[in-house]
């Protein structure tokens, strides 16, 4: 029987020079050990080429980028497409994250295009989602979240299309704040992502999502986050800048 992806995902945001991300990227594989997790990396573009040549041969370690553009190529200064993420050995990519909305505006539909653009490239989307503090005050965070993947996601994929992602809930509030969720509003929140997913997809699409954990993630709380039956591993922000914190939570999931 097919079995949903563990997952541990590191994202470096915009952090580490050449030198300094070559050092991680190292010292995370020569750290690792056999894992039943998947790790993945996502470091600056930069990066891309040389840790995918680091990682060749290591299983279960793959790379992921930061966000792409959602055309295949053309006059869009700064920008990279999916497809160029993809001749680098990217398999991933994280789309959808909560600063990417705020600090650049992104919006559902672009996120939808974005989405499209990897999943013709064959990319896997992280797709990141998450309520801000004052919805999760109102008592809103399920409609914020409804909303969230209904707009990008629900209603443009299809059941096939959907098989090839991975989701990822962040409460905005809990990322780089040093505040997480409690492994009891994690669960809560991602079965109710699950029940979402079961009533547009099927039951069995739902069982097979893995739905990851995002903010504030570390190797202290680690283990109980990854311990709730609806919580399938984490995007981990901060403490995958340290290779020694970064390899303990892969290590939290058994
Ligand atoms: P954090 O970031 O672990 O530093 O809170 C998580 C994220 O933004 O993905």
Known sequence: MKKRLRIVAGNWKMNKTYEAGRDLVMAVRDSLGPSEVVVIMCPPYIHLKPASISLKDVLNVKLGAQNCHQNEG??????????????????YVILGHSERREYFKES???LTEKVKAALENDLRPIFCFGEKL?????????????????ESIFDHFSKEEF?????????????GTGKTASPKQAQEMHKFIR???AKKYGAETADLTTILYGGSVKPANAKELFGQPDVDGGLIGGASLKAADFVAI????F
């Open 74 to 91: 053309g006059a869009y200064t700064g920008e990279i497409s999916a497809s160029m993420l993809k001749s680098v050995g990217c398999e």
């Open 163 to 175: 098989a090839n992602m991975v989701l990822a809930y962040e409460p905005v509030w809990a990322i």
């Open 250 to 253: 892969t290590k939290a999931y």
């Open 134 to 150: 004052d919805s999760r005050e109102a008592k809103k965070q399920n409609e914020v979240v409804k909303k969230q993947l209904k």
């Open 108 to 110: 559902h539909q672009l």
């Open 195 to 197: 029940s979402l997913v």
